[in-house]
């Protein structure tokens, strides 16, 4: 079962480049989400999608962008890289229909902006 | 504002031990609350927790939720080196969810 799935596992960027971290899952979950997560601290809420063409901004959307063209997949888009955006990367999923279910996780995107 | 506030931030026990972790919340449109583990990857799932008094168990770890305190607690008895891990509370409202900082639980032989 590959649940969802996280590229690249590690980058390094330079200041102003961009890159797409890509997430796929393969549970057919209608809820996705991108969390970053700062050394010792929780997981921060990017972006979330409640279906395929719906996205809406989560508690620190400046400087990222996703799409949602389709169920399996919810790309996060950096446009220009800042040192702030060093950071590991999470991509989350979940079904909302019918009973509670927890978020599956991936396994994270390291990214470091130098 | 929404804020999800775990304590301790950090705990050392030895083997054998029993911890307590809290995790308190004020958030708006709640929906369950859920307790992950981290160890060096991603969360793993532990439990989800949306009625207040029930608690749930699994092997030594258990959780329990007040909805009118607006607090859960995890405990982990006779803990294990294997348990040393960040101990994460999150509060799913309804379209999201929110992450407290965590609990750093470090197990010593």
């Known amino acids: 079962n590959a649940g969802v799935t996280q590229t690249p596992k590690f980058r390094i960027l330079k200041i102003g480049q961009s890159m797409t971290l890509q997430c796929t899952q393969d549970m057919n979950h209608n809820y996705m989400y991108w969390y970053r997560q700062d050394p010792g601290m929780g997981l921060k809420l990017i972006y979330y999608s409640v279906g395929a063409g719906i996205t809406d901004k989560g508690e620190v959307p400046n400087g990222y962008n996703v799409s949602r063209s389709t169920t399996e997949d919810f790309p996060l888009r950096l446009e220009l890289a800042a040192p702030s955006q060093t950071s590991v990367y999470f991509c989350a999923s979940t079904s909302k229909t019918g009973a509670h279910q927890p978020q599956h996780f991936g396994d994270g995107t390291r990214l470091s902006i130098l | ?109």
Not at chain 2, 38 to 55: D, H, R, V
């Open chain 2, 1 to 109: 504002e929404d804020k999800v506030v775990q304590s301790p931030l950090s705990l050392v026990v030895h083997e054998g031990d029993t911890v307590t972790l809290n995790c308190s919340y004020e958030v708006t449109n709640f929906r369950s609350l859920l307790w992950y583990k981290q160890e060096k990857k991603a969360p793993t799932f532990l439990f989800m927790l949306t009625s207040s008094g029930i608690e749930k168990k699994s092997g030594r770890l258990s959780s329990i939720l007040d909805k009118k305190e607006l607090f859960s607690i995890l405990n982990i008895t006779a803990t294990q080196t294997g348990d040393s891990a960040v101990y994460l509370c999150a509060v799913e409202r309804v379209n999201d969810m929110r992450f407290g900082a965590g609990t750093r639980l470090t197990v010593k032989p």
